[in-house]
Nanobody, 118 residues
Framework: QVQLVESGGGLVQAGGSLRLSCAASGRTFSSDAMGWFRQAPGKERSFVAA????????NYADSVKGRFTISRENAKGSVYLQMNSLKPEDTAVYYC???????????WGRGTQVTVSS
């Protein structure tokens, strides 16, 4: 089992920045791919970004490329999402996920709310 706890959400004006953190505990964290997903009101959960266990491979949704950066610190059991140039359409609950591959997400956090005002 892996437990994931997100933090760092909040209210920010358009054009601003936020840094989300996800603290992982439980079984070996460094062997998992880690990802961020988001769910806006009335919409399905969607992929935002992912990073391989070693950090050498990253993947981003087209909508956030060039604005968001995913990173991880295996020694701290943490993964981060730096979000710059935020837009109102980035408003959502953001979830951290862990899995064996980029298409196999087994564990989820409870989410943190990000609200971007125009």
């Amino acid at each position: 089992q892996v437990q994931l706890v997100e933090s760092g959400g909040g209210l920010v004006q358009a054009g601003g920045s936020l840094r989300l953190s996800c603290a992982a505990s439980g079984r070996t964290f460094s062997s998992d791919a880690m990802g961020w997903f988001r769910q806006a009101p009335g919409k399905e959960r969607s992929f935002v970004a992912a990073i391989s266990w070693g950090g050498s491979i990253t993947n981003y949704a087209d909508s956030v490329k060039g604005r968001f950066t995913i990173s991880r610190e295996n020694a701290k059991g943490s993964v981060y999402l730096q979000m710059n140039s935020l837009k109102p359409e980035d408003t959502a609950v953001y979830y951290c996920a862990a899995g064996r591959t980029f298409s196999d997400w087994n564990f989820w956090g409870r989410g943190t709310q990000v609200t971007v005002s125009s």
